[in-house]
């Protein structure tokens, strides 16, 4: 009796299987891929640069930072006073490295983890690609800072000295 013509033979049934083996991770990394944009979170760290010397102005330090935030890169530092005042200073680029275009205002807040402690500031634009913003912070410990652009936040945490 001959074999039916709906049975596959050995090597037909290799080659299946050898597509299925490379096809499938292929579907799922595409699949990753197309949902990355979807998935994408709505929060960035800022990298922190390094300290800021204690200084007139800085007595407790501070930390310089930089990042890119939605479109914006974003350079400056968050320098603390005697008295727990955050003096935050930043320059803001563009993709093609321009400053803004406009006018803009950029929310801050500020947050200390595990306490339920937080105070909004708006950093107004003091040049053109200059911003400043102040904000008394109460006490000392870990704090983070967020600021907005375009529904995404670069988050910097740092530490107030006491």
Known sequence: MAPSSSTPDHST?????????L????LLILAVLMAMP??????????????VPTQAGAEL????????????????SVMIDDQREAQLIFQLRGPDGSPPRQAMRVPITFSMPGHDM???VTAEQTGHDR???????????????????????GVLPFDVRG
């Open 13 to 21: 049934r290799s080659a299946r299987l050898v597509a299925l083996a």
């Open 23 to 26: 096809g499938i991770p292929f």
């Open 38 to 51: 979807f998935m994408a979170g709505d929060e960035t760290t800022l990298q922190a640069d390094g300290p």
């Open 61 to 76: 330090g501070g930390v310089r930072f930089s990042g890119t935030v939605h479109q914006w890169s974003v350079a400056g």
């Open 118 to 120: 937080s105070l909004s």
């Open 131 to 153: 911003f400043t913003a102040t904000a008394p912070l109460p006490m000392s410990g870990s704090w983070q800072m967020h600021m907005t652009f375009s529904d995404v936040t």
